[in-house]
């Protein structure tokens, strides 16, 4: 490992051009691969609130065909919703919450007008996430069936609302209406997208049809319970929707839904559509391939044109009893070593990039939304990295190593 | 006893055009703790000679029988782990490794042997150096050395591995001439103390003259 070392050091001194020019391309690489993981990390991975990704599901559309009214698609009643997820067998907790934010104008005692996003919900929202909650309380069911005007509030809120008062029990207008702050929660990231919101408030059972309203619904499924269960489940309720829409010529059509994390990064797509995550994931899988043999082609040419300097050290090496496979060894290992120091530059420069252009990672597009460090450094992301240089210097190392490990040692001693 | 071996060695190089013999029908026995000087005009085959007995090189025909051993039945790994074992090389342009300090050129052979560990490794350099009188060079890079002392180290390289056999092409043919009588008073006493076989290439008639037998080349054969 020392004697590796020594090499690299020694190469860096003797060829500082193509040492450096490789040892940038491959942080280059590695950074953008890391990019697109973290933003992938982002969508997928748990954290605060949304700390069960992997245990939820989404129910979120209704897409309806035929004649007459309240056809074409379009998020859930409270009714629907209830008719088609309440009580399914393996659910340990449900919420139903507007699938859409509102940006609601509110005013505190600060008396500044302040647009925030409303994000309404029952009181299974604050079970099936897991807020920070900094003061008071959240809303019950009872609360939420009676109507309150009562509101949890993020903490930034807080402040653009009240200033530095305490804000539990003050009053602030939403809408025109009157809501009683009676909980604190730490700031949501925008990237927790099913969670997100600034003012939480009991959401209402009025929809604006029988069949669709402005419902999603927000699953927790139990430990080990499988998600094709669940969505079985749901596609017999759908029958029974369409029978009961059989007598109007209409019928659902069943998109696959309830959808899970992945589906959802992915991107639903829409209300009429069925989502398609296989498609994401190639996506996905065609873009690390790019970003890895793109610059693993002009790397194993940086690594050839090093090893051409070194051909006579390798039949020396050859004279003395090294093997074909211990050259192949000897000279991957050495450029492991060198792409692990471009990946750790590449890793930390994707974390400090990301860090401040986070509004690349959403759809928000907005530079201001930046991903908390604890999002973007994840067991995940350095087992990611590691990989992806090991990946990239098998591609951009293996044929000049087996090529150097073919040099016919005569020749090659006599090499100047 | 013959520690090597060759019969009827021939050495064609071919390319498109044109077929060149460099070795024709060698037959040569050198025996155990014999110092042999090989002499001939360049060109005529002494280097093809000393690689194909280094095992670095094929011959086109006949055996090559080394330590009783034939090796021209070997494979590629296995010739690797016998030349690791028992041959050492030294070359006139002495082929340090430029990125390795002297004590790792010299460990250089006994990384490829298996069952030696990095204790063991680092006191035969130390006991190789303390011999050829260059500890004090120990962590110096090749290229803050003199001709002179870089020929100690491949030496140094050459023998740290303990084999039977060393090969030198001309080892002193880039040293002036003192430098070059204390390479060969070391090659002396390698061969005199440790009984190890040499094989030399050289043009020096003079220092020919010190090794118990010269075989000279021309025209890719042995002519005495």
């Not at chain 1, 001194?13 to 280059?28: E, K």
């Not at chain 1, 653009?160 to 809501?179: P, R, S």
């Not at chain 1, 929707?241 to 998109?255: F, I, M, N, P, S």
């Not at chain 1, 970003?291 to 020396?316: D, T, W, Y």
């Amino acid at each position: 490992m020392k004697n590796k070392i020594l090499q690299i050091i020694y190469d860096l001194r003797t060829q500082p051009v193509i040492g450096w020019v490789t040892i940038i391309g491959t942080a280059l690489s590695i950074f953008l691969i890391m990019i697109v993981v973290m933003m992938q990390q982002i969508s997928i991975l748990s954290y605060a609130p949304e700390t069960k990704r992997d245990r939820m599901l989404y129910g979120l559309h209704i897409h309806i065909e035929g004649d007459g009214n309240e056809t074409g698609s379009s998020a859930l009643s409270y009714n629907l919703a209830k008719q088609l997820y309440g009580d399914l067998d393996g659910i340990e907790d449900i919420s139903y919450n507007s699938e859409w934010l509102t940006p609601t104008d509110a005013k505190g005692t600060t008396g500044k007008p302040y647009t925030v996003d409303l994000h309404k919900t029952d009181d299974g929202f604050w079970r099936v996430y897991e807020f920070n909650l900094l003061e008071g309380r959240y809303y019950d069911a009872a609360e939420v069936a009676a109507g309150r005007k009562l509101a949890v509030i993020t903490e930034k809120t807080a402040r653009k609302l009240f200033g530095d008062e305490n804000a539990i029990g003050q009053h602030f207008m939403l809408d025109h209406n009157d809501f009683e702050v009676i909980g604190i929660v730490a700031d949501v990231s925008k990237f927790a997208t099913m969670a997100y919101g600034e003012v939480f408030a009991p959401i209402t059972s009025e929809s604006w049809s029988e069949i669709f309203g402005d419902i999603g619904v927000a699953m927790l499924v139990k430990p080990g319970v499988d998600f094709e269960h669940i969505r079985n489940q749901v596609k017999g309720r759908y029958a029974v929707v369409d029978g009961e829409l059989a007598a109007d010529g209409r019928q659902t059509v069943y998109h696959e839904a309830p959808y899970d994390q992945e589906t959802i990064a992915s991107g639903v797509g829409g209300s009429n559509i069925t989502p398609d995550p296989d498609s994401g994931r190639y996506t996905r899988y065609v873009i690390y391939a790019i970003l890895l043999i793109v610059p693993a082609i002009n790397l194993s040419s940086m690594l050839h044109s090093r090893l051409r300097r070194r051909v006579n050290e390798i039949g020396i090496r050859r004279a003395f009893g090294c093997t074909r496979k211990r050259i192949i060894k000897d000279i991957l290992s050495e450029s492991f070593i060198i792409t692990l120091i471009g990946g750790v530059i590449g890793l930390v420069s994707a974390v400090i990039f990301a860090s401040y252009y986070g509004g690349l990672f959403s759809d928000f597009g907005t530079a201001s939304v930046r991903p908390s460090l604890s999002m973007l450094i994840r067991f995940q992301t350095f087992a990611f990295a590691l990989g992806a240089c090991f990946i990239l210097n098998i591609i951009s190392a293996a044929v000049p190593a087996w090529q150097a490990s073919r040099l016919n040692p005569v020749e090659a001693i006599n090499t100047k | 006893m013959a520690l090597i071996e060759l019969n009827g060695i021939e050495k064609v190089y071919r390319t498109k055009e044109i077929e060149t013999t460099a070795l024709e029908n060698i037959n040569l026995t050198v025996d155990k703790g014999e110092f042999v000087s090989v002499m001939g005009p360049s060109g005529c085959g002494k280097s093809t000679l000393l690689n194909i007995i280094g095992l670095l090189d094929k011959p086109t025909k006949g055996t090559v029988k080394l330590l009783d051993t034939d090796c021209s039945l070997l494979g590629d790994t296995a010739l690797s782990h016998f030349r690791n074992a028992n041959i050492g090389f030294v070359f006139q342009s002495f082929h340090l490794i430029p990125s390795l300090n002297v004590a790792a050129n010299i460990e250089l052979p006994l990384t490829y042997r298996s069952g030696i560990g990095a204790a063991e490794r680092r006191r035969r350099v130390d006991e190789v150096l303390e011999r050829l009188e260059m500890t004090h060079r120990k962590r110096h890079l090749p290229s803050q050395l003199s001709g002179g002392q870089c020929q100690r180290v491949a030496i140094a390289r050459a023998i740290v591995g303990q084999p039977s056999i060393i090969l030198a092409d001309e080892p002193t043919g880039n040293l002036d001439s003192t430098m070059g009588a204390e390479v060969m008073d070391l090659l002396h006493d390698l061969n005199r103390k440790d009984g190890i076989t040499i094989v030399m290439v050289t043009h020096n008639e003079a220092q020919a003259q010190q090794t118990d037998r010269i075989v000279r080349f021309f025209d890719g054969r042995i002519i005495s």
